[in-house]
């Protein structure tokens, strides 16, 4: 079944490499260019505010706050946030973050990835933080990257295959963010470990459930391209050998997002039964009168 091999692939894309995508920035040539930059027409924020939190350790860190819904009400600032890997976070961003009143973090991470990367937040300033017990294998990724003369069309076209099963391979995953933003008292971060693939639908369907237009949620998501940043390899990767095999163009497309990666993720949503809305009931468990409250409170009159 095409989600069990795409669950094997583990991807590049899956919110971080468990092959590192960190080892794909070492690999990059002095020339390559940065990621491609999001349209022009991509949300920004107001000059009140910063779609990208101002944090030292930060990873792709970006509020939510400032997008308009269909009916003319604004996602408020400072309560919804997704993020990559947290592990990075300084003594600094820890106290950012509780000024802020973070009190809830959903990490999307598996468990190696966390173990790999602990986030050691302190004390005074610890969110109740939700995770999962899984494991991604990497086996066919591997044998993905080993192909001989892999071009970026084959590359963007596995990751774009692969976004059709996120929406149900992580929907465990995706309804414990929606329990927990009913059932928090204050602001929420969800994360993986690039902040992009995993959260980056999680963020696509989080905005949308908030009555923002599918655009302007595509538009967010396309914000990884500029805002992602893979951290430095640890000494003795070994998969930067075979990551330095591949072109430019295959490095880029494995560690960028692209517009027909989250068109996917959609489609699979409006292909349940009932729609998307079917898929927010029967993954999410979020009936009308839960999007309902989810609505009030995170959103505010324009």
């Known amino acids: 079944m095409r989600s069990n091999i795409l669950m094997r692939a583990g991807l590049i894309g899956l919110g971080g490499l468990i092959l590192p995508a960190a080892a794909l920035a070492q690999a990059q040539p002095a020339t390559q260019p940065a990621p491609q930059a999001a349209p022009a027409a991509a ?41 990559g890997a947290m592990s990075r976070l300084t003594e600094k961003d820890f106290a950012y973050l509780a000024s802020l009143g973070l009190k809830t973090v959903v990490d999307f991470r598996d468990t190696r990835e ?41 590359a963007k076209q596995a990751m774009a295959t692969f976004y059709r099963d996120v929406p149900n391979v992580f929907a465990d995953q995706y309804r414990t963010l929606f329990d927990q933003l009913l059932a928090s008292d204050g602001a929420v971060a969800f994360n993986c470990t690039a902040g992009k693939d995993r959260t980056g639908v999680a ?63 959609f489609a699979t949503m409006d292909a349940y039964p009932g729609g998307i809305k079917g898929y927010y009931r029967e993954k999410l468990g979020l009936d009308d009168l839960k999007i309902a409250r989810l609505q009030a409170k995170y959103l505010t009159a324009a």
């Open 203 to 265: 963020a696509a369907i989080l905005l949308s459930v908030l009555g923002v237009d599918r655009e302007t949620a595509i538009q967010d998501y396309l914000l990884s391209n500029r805002y992602y940043r893979p951290l430095p390899p640890k000494a003795g990767d070994p998969a930067l050998a075979m990551f330095s095999k591949l072109s430019p163009e295959v490095r880029q497309a494995l560690m960028g997002v692209d517009r027909s990666f989250i068109e996917n993720a």
């Open 114 to 154: 966390r173990t790999s990367e602990p986030v050691n937040w302190p004390a005074d300033a610890k969110p109740q933080v939700f995770t999962k017990d899984y494991a991604l294998d990497n086996g066919m990724f591997m044998n993905l990257l080993m192909k001989p003369g892999l071009s970026a069309e084959q």
């Open 43 to 83: 949300p920004a924020a107001d000059a009140a505010h910063q779609r990208v939190l101002p944090l030292e350790g930060g990873q792709n860190f970006r509020d939510l706050g400032g997008y308009r819904t269909t009916d003319g009400r604004m996602v408020k600032w400072g309560v919804l946030m997704r993020s």
